[in-house]
């Protein structure tokens, strides 16, 4: 009598990966052109504006300074409801032929603004102690975040193309309920994004705050 095999998250992952790699491609390319959007964002504007950036950054490096107890739990509370909004916004428009645009949107969207907070936080800071800060600041979720999205946006794209292809109604009633389960796999994952982030994240960049 054979054995079943365990299953293998991490062979199941790959496999997925493997199986929609030409999506991962395309949403993974809109994210390095939101990256360098923002970049080039930053490099570009007025120095007025400059000025006020920095005066916003400054502040923030001040208050995390200065600030003795945070509120972890409003924390978590403002971080979990980006990532939760962001996981439902690319469920509901994946689920649609015409919200496509609104998917491939967002996710150049937030490489936008994690080009611009690199770019930033480099720009003020300086090298030497911009990229230690940016790699305190954002690695850490982003390993976890940055994966989720994209194959939140793979997911809505493949359910676009079978939609397109196949216009039975029980077989788009199958790939929906298939992308929403995904969904929510992939919005249990941004939770976890977000645990990492207020109470990994912010914990070292508290406690190294005063070097910078």
Known sequence: MKKNK??????????????????????????????????FFVNNIQETQKEEITQYFNTFIENVKNTENLNWMELLKSSLNQNVILAIILWFFGTTVIGIPVVFGLVLYRGFCLGYTICVCINIMGLSQGI???????LLQNIIFIPAILALAVSGFKLYKSIIKDRKKENIKIEIVRHTIFSFIMLLILVIASLVEVFLSTNILKGVIKYF
């Open 6 to 39: 365990p299953i293998n998250i991490l062979d199941m992952i790959k496999e997925h990966v493997y199986n929609n790699k030409k999506e991962y491609m395309l949403v993974t390319l809109l994210f390095i052109i939101g990256i360098f959007l923002g970049v």
């Open 132 to 138: 230690p800060f940016v790699l305190i600041l954002l």
